[in-house]
């Protein structure tokens, strides 16, 4: 198994966490648009395609959602090519309406044709666990460029409690070496003045979770989840671009 291969394989209470709360979300990002039929979102960092799989798992979305066209985006070529593999295995999916591109949010300058083809075209932006890794200025700057007036950004990220003791990263199963890349402890209270900065505002509120002895004895995560006990590790939110 490779590294790319165990990111999403290895236990990561993170993104057990956010595979949790991401119903909620979708709920309230979807009712959000409660007009509209027909929607194209961009995933900004879809990796292995933890969450572009779920969008186009029949019965995910809403059942307003009647026509859908996700632009997945990351970086690395090796996660895209999994998210790709993983997505054309889930049955009933229609992949016509997926397109993988690699994208770098920190080097916008040498992907000016995925600019250009997506800029302001996204009702929709997701972003789960990306913002970590980025400045959170860059962040927001890149989700308003593919983001249409009125457009709704659903994002999450590593709580600043949890991202103070540790970070991101995962184990490698061959050689028991943790990777880790770069990795920014943005507070709530950061996260949304930039997102003003940017004209944007919170529909309803930013959510908060910790891990609770109740989440392991129900498997929502795995025993390694035990040390976080009483420590907020994960938020998330809606947001809307204003119309200006």
């Known amino acids: 198994m490779t590294c790319i291969q165990v990111y999403d394989t290895d236990g990561n209470i993170l993104q057990a966490i956010d595979d949790h709360m991401l119903p909620l979300l979708i709920t309230s990002a979807f009712s959000s648009n409660t007009n509209q039929s027909s929607f194209e979102i961009t995933e900004l960092g879809c990796g292995t395609g ?20 996700i632009n997945a985006l990351d970086l690395s070529k090796g996660m895209l090519k999994i998210a790709d593999e993983r ?89 028991g070496e943790k990777i880790q890349g770069t990795s920014y402890a943005h507070t709530i209270q950061e996260v949304l003045q930039e997102a003003r900065n940017h004209g944007f505002e919170l529909i309803g509120e930013m959510l ?9 004895a129900s498997k ?25």
Request: neutral net charge; glycine residues 10%; proline residues 3%.
């Open 50 to 69: 933890r969450n572009t799989a779920k969008l186009i798992t029949p019965g995910f979305l809403p059942s307003q959602v009647a026509r859908l066209k």
């Open 220 to 244: 929502v995560v795995g025993q390694r989840g035990r040390k976080w006990v009483g420590v907020k590790v994960w938020f998330g939110g809606v947001l809307r671009r204003s119309f200006e």
């Open 208 to 216: 908060e979770r910790g891990i609770e002895e109740s989440d392991i």
């Open 87 to 175: 997505c054309s295995e889930i049955e009933g999916a229609n992949m016509h309406y997926v397109d993988f591109q690699q994208f770098d949010a920190l080097q916008p300058e040498k992907y000016k044709h995925v600019i250009e083809a997506l800029s302001g075209t996204a009702d929709m932006v997701i972003s789960t666990l990306v913002l970590e890794h980025l400045p959170v200025d860059i962040f927001f700057s890149i989700v308003k460029k593919f983001l249409g007036p009125g457009g709704i950004l659903l994002m999450t990220n590593m709580h600043s409690e949890m991202g103070g003791i540790s970070q991101a990263g995962f184990v490698d199963e061959k050689t």
